[in-house]
């Protein structure tokens, strides 16, 4: 292969790996908002129009999600979005909480000055993101809520950030999407536990004994987080 048909090559293997990024990127988004229904077909036509993108990225992200059991395949049938399933979330959400205590206390062992600044910025936009939603009716706009999302993400990430295992941080970004999609509903919803509930508080208390090092109590408010957003999430679920 002469030079120039090496550098055609190339520059199409990279278009094609943006291409597969940003399907990646927008079915996962769509499927944790619920924009995509779970049990929904993803059929490869119904995809390439909704997303004007080819065949090829679009399968790849298929079989991205599939491995972050996002999506599901099924023999002569092709993808689906992974069905909601109370068991489904209560193991995501102990598996999250294995994960990320065990990174936490890893990050408060081998945590710096510009860790600790990296929480406290964190914590500050999602405070701030947190005290818009306050002033916005029910429901809330869906780029509200994909900001308040983003920012919580954030947020924990920069919780685990010095844990000094990038293995450690893709699992928890992993089961972080799979508690999300839902989560999500009972941020957007009008639940009586939710808006009683004061969020703000209970990241602030994580984030001061965090920063304090106090590991025990950070990783048990942690989890107890997260097992009460569960509590609640469950609770929905059962109800409708």
């Known amino acids: 292969m002469g030079w120039s048909m090496r550098v055609v090559a190339r520059r199409e293997q990279s278009e094609e790996g943006t291409l597969t990024d940003l399907a990646y990127r927008q079915l996962r988004r769509d499927i944790i908002s619920g924009a995509l229904a779970p049990g929904s077909p993803l059929r490869l036509e119904a ?18 999600l599939h491995s972050e059991r996002l999506a599901v395949a099924a023999p002569l049938k092709g993808f689906s979005v992974a069905p909601i399933s109370l ?12 994960i990320e205590t065990d990174a936490l206390e890893r990050a408060i062992t081998r945590g710096g000055d510009d860790w600790e600044a990296e929480i406290v910025g964190a914590f500050h936009a999602l405070n701030l993101q947190s ?4 002033t916005m009716p029910h429901p809330y706009e869906a780029q509200a809520v994909e900001a ?22 893709e699992l928890a970004r992993q089961f972080q999407a799979e ?4 989560r999500q509903p009972s941020l957007i919803g009008k639940s009586s536990a939710q808006t009683e509930r004061d969020v703000v508080a209970e990241h602030q208390a994580i984030m001061a004994a965090t920063l304090a090092r106090r590991g025990d109590q950070a990783v048990s408010l ?19």
């Open 148 to 169: 308040m999302e983003g920012r919580h993400f954030e947020f924990h990430m920069a919780l685990l950030s010095a844990c000094g295992s990038r293995r450690l941080l």
């Open 179 to 182: 508690t999300q999609r839902y």
């Open 47 to 64: 995809l390439r129009t909704r997303y004007d993108l080819s065949f090829s990225p679009l399968r790849e992200a298929l079989n991205r």
């Open 222 to 240: 942690l989890a107890e987080h997260y097992r009460r957003t569960a509590t609640i999430v469950e609770a929905g679920l059962t109800r409708d």
């Open 87 to 98: 068991s489904e979330m209560w193991d995501a959400v102990e598996v999250r909480i294995l």
């Open 131 to 134: 005290a818009r939603l306050k």
